[in-house]
């Protein structure tokens, strides 16, 4: 089973919808949970961030950890197209070295 | 301007020569890491720093060297570039003792012939 597992799409919504992307994960260990937006060509920007479980609102965003069943999730409202891009879910803790393990990726498209 | 910075952005080399990519962050982070991507394979870390002259290993270290003697700077060495080294090099930096965030450089997009 891999350490973290991503839908990689890809997802094609409507301008105004609202997006969900998830994540689960295997290992228990993992206490830092992340969600970056990466555009094409560009390097990774750090969306959101969440310690453990609950929910965190950022303006237009949403997330969501459940460490109980080890899913985490990020929501989108309003999708406007500057919103297409590659979103990433990473975690990290447990080791000493704060790697970060990311999933694969999901690919949204917004569509005008 | 708090950022990383990585140089080249783009390089095409030949098999087994040499070349450095530098990695240069201006927010005082002690953590450094270098991250390879890949279609399907995700971001996979290569090496990470803790401080200066403190390196190790991550999950794909084969083939690659670091080094760390500033704290600002951390650039990964390819002694001997093989083609299966192409792909897209992204370095990161975090500050220890604050959240787990880590902030990603534009990358560095190599290819070897």
């Known amino acids: 089973q891999k350490e973290v597992e991503q839908d990689p799409g890809p997802l094609s919504v409507p301008e105004g919808a609202i997006v969900s992307l998830n994540c689960t994960y295997s290992n228990s260990a993992f206490q830092y949970f992340m969600w970056y937006r990466q555009y094409s060509r560009k390097g990774p920007e750090l969306l959101m961030y969440t310690y453990s479980s609950g929910n965190k609102e950022d303006g237009r965003f949403t997330a969501q950890v459940d460490k109980s069943s080890k899913y985490i999730s990020l929501f989108i409202r309003d999708s406007q197209p500057s919103d297409s891009a590659t979103y990433l879910c990473a975690m990290s803790g447990g080791g000493s070295n704060y790697k970060l393990t990311f999933g694969k990726g999901t690919l949204l498209t917004v569509n005008p | 301007e708090a950022q990383v910075t990585q140089n080249p952005r783009y390089l095409i080399t030949v098999t087994g020569k040499k070349l450095t990519v530098t990695c240069s962050q201006n927010?005082?982070?002690?953590?450094m890491s270098w991250y390879r991507q890949d279609p399907g394979l995700g971001l996979r870390q290569i090496y990470y720093s803790m401080n200066v002259e403190v390196t190790d290993k991550g999950d794909v270290p084969e083939g690659y060297k670091v080094s760390r003697k500033e704290k600002r700077n951390f650039p990964l060495i390819l002694e001997s570039p093989s083609p299966n080294q192409t792909s897209l090099y992204f370095c990161a930096s975090m500050g220890l003792g604050t959240s787990e965030t880590q902030y990603f450089g534009p990358g560095t997009r190599l290819l070897v012939l």
């Open positions: 927010m005082n982070h002690e953590y």
